[in-house]
């Protein structure tokens, strides 16, 4: 067995220690569960809402879009801005006035039971399919991308090996945000933030090292070094963004998996300053993920990539002895698994609070609805 596939699964074994060592109480109140007693500091509600919201689907899907589109593709990151200042200001305060859970009860208190009924019931549905069931497909295809000849005792077909990686990626997560709740989500996503970002910086590094300096990444690739493309662009032209400004402010001021931390914030304040501080950390996040796609373009020359979502793994395996391949890898898998926890998390959190206590059994206790 490989010495990079070893150092993968001894970080497997230390977050399923530390979600472990994080797990609750045999009696524990629903919202020490969910919401972890409304404790968490402003750091821990930063590294873990961004380590949430960057996921293997950055690291593959965003560097191969920049690899064939170029530094336009930092808009998906940087945008976001937007969204995090409306959410600080404005949806932040409104739901930690209202001491809500999830954003399902200020919804209803505005809205009515029939409209946050339908929000849960959608919300449910798409985390649980689209963003669960995508975040997943990117960790199995990295793993079978990268290690697709040892795992011959599943099958030889890269479909059924990815479908058995998801099985197992899932329950993984599972576990040991089922034992620990919000607690173990924060702890295991902090520890997973240091990883990605750490692997992401030093990624960066080398292929501009490679590249022959930051000079050469203007000199041998300027034709993607725009960061706004024309409004014919058939891509990404710089109109889209007004667009995305709409689904930001869905994604940054209505998302509970997004906001389960600040709701979870020991006051105003630390939400505020945490959600800031993880704003500035995207400006770092969207460098270290377009920029080694761009540098990829000047170091392989023509006529390059195929497959433009080969790029990250082409960029560790040319660029990465053994050894270290394996501590960077642990950086993609961290992203992945940081978005898993927080779905399941945030998903459990909804079914539990908005569906089974309002509707199903009004009068649940807390051991119920943990």
């Not at 630390?270 to 377009?290: E, S």
Request: hydrophobic share 50%; charged share 10%.
């Amino acid at each position: 067995m490989p010495i990079d596939l070893l150092i993968i699964l001894a970080y497997f074994a230390l977050i399923l220690a530390i979600g472990w060592r994080s797990r609750s109480k045999a009696s524990v109140s629903a919202e020490e569960y969910f919401i972890s007693s409304r404790s968490l500091k402003w750091p821990s509600v930063a590294l873990s809402t961004i380590a949430t919201n960057i996921h293997a689907g950055h690291f593959l899907g965003m560097a191969g879009s920049a690899y064939a589109l170029g530094l336009a593709q930092a808009n998906f990151e940087i945008n976001a801005i937007l969204g995090i200042l409306v959410a600080v200001f404005f949806f932040v305060p409104l739901f930690l006035r209202a001491k809500v859970v999830t954003i399902t009860q200020y919804i209803e208190k505005k809205c009515g039971p029939q409209v946050a009924l339908l929000y849960s019931t959608l919300m449910l549905l798409l985390y649980a399919l689209l963003y669960l069931g995508g975040t997943l497909f990117w960790g199995a295809y990295a793993i079978q991308a990268l290690f697709g000849g040892h795992l011959h005792f599943i099958g030889t077909e890269p479909a059924i090996q990815i479908g058995f990686l998801i099985v197992v990626l899932g329950i993984f997560s599972a576990t040991y945000t089922y034992f620990g709740g919000l607690t173990a989500v924060v702890r295991t996503d902090i520890a997973q933030f240091v990883l990605l970002l750490g692997g992401g910086v030093l990624l960066t590094f080398l292929s501009i090292e490679r590249l022959g300096g930051w000079s050469q990444l203007y000199a041998k690739s300027s034709h993607l070094m725009h960061l706004h493309l024309p409004s014919s662009h058939p891509t990404i032209p710089w109109t889209a963004l007004l667009g995305m400004n709409l689904l930001n402010l869905n994604y940054w001021g209505a998302n509970q998996i997004i906001l389960q931390r600040a709701l979870a914030a020991k006051s105003l304040r630390h939400a505020q300053v945490g959600l800031l501080v993880g704003g500035l950390l995207k400006y770092l996040m969207a460098a270290i993920i377009v920029i080694p796609g761009i540098a990829l373009v000047g170091i392989l020359g023509s006529p390059g990539l195929s497959d433009p979502d080969q790029t990250y793994t082409t960029l560790v395996n040319m660029l990465l002895p053994t050894g270290l391949r394996g501590v960077v890898l642990c950086g993609l898998f961290a992203s992945l698994m940081s978005s898993v926890d927080s779905i399941y998390n945030s998903l459990s959190t909804i079914w539990s609070i908005d569906i089974y206590k309002r509707h199903l059994n009004p009068n649940a206790t807390d051991a119920e609805i943990v």
